[in-house]
């Protein structure tokens, strides 16, 4: 007979004997009984600006506060596909591309119980991808203006930005949100904003330079406020040709 005590830790069912265990399913449902969750920490990069796409929590005890965009995983369903469904259910968006952070397990992160939580991440062009729903408030915010959060979805969040910030200077995420055509301009305010930093104007653009991925379109901007820069593409083919050799960037 199990312990109904959510205190005590249930021992999985063994043999006597030490043999094999017959019974999969009466071992499995001697295990303990924990809900599983799946966050969308879905980040945004528009006027040079690094947003995040959250909603009102709808329980009570957190009202008012924002969250990440969450639900449970369906006992038939996999996470990468409940993550998915979740982001589609919640914006009505369904081409946008989710990785897999980390799972989130304290045992108190949740008021109602023992649920564990997997984050899953994107970075996205705003301008590109229009919400189809509104619901609970849905919209962006400033990420550097976030201070406070439902659940522990603000430790989440900050997870989920370190883990970008890391990302983005090894793998060229940035380019995804830029124009076909971009100045440096552009380049050095996107990175400045995903890293929250001031970067230095000269050895920003000897860096990119170097790495010898960025072609020269002989274009230059039109209809900006300040002197016309130079218009580059970034050469995905060549970067797809060195990546193995390529070490990231280091500013």
Known sequence: MMNNDSSVIQQPVRTKNGGLIKSAEKLVTSYPRVPITVDCVIFGFDENELKILLIRSDL???KGQWSLLGDFAADNEE???AAYRVLCERTGMDDVYLEQVRTFSKPGRHPGGRVLTVAYCSLLNIEQHKLGKMDNELHWHSVQNIKEMAFDHKEIMDYCYNWLQKRIMEHPLGFNL????????ELQNLYEAILNVKLDRRNFRKKFFSMDFLIDTGEYEDDVPHRPGRLYQFNFQKY???KRRWTGIDF
Request: without cysteine; aromatic residues 12%.
């Open 178 to 185: 830029l124009p076909e055509k971009f100045s440096l301009r």
């Open 240 to 242: 797809e040709l060195n």
């Open 60 to 62: 009570e005890i957190f």
């Open 79 to 81: 996470l990468d596909d």
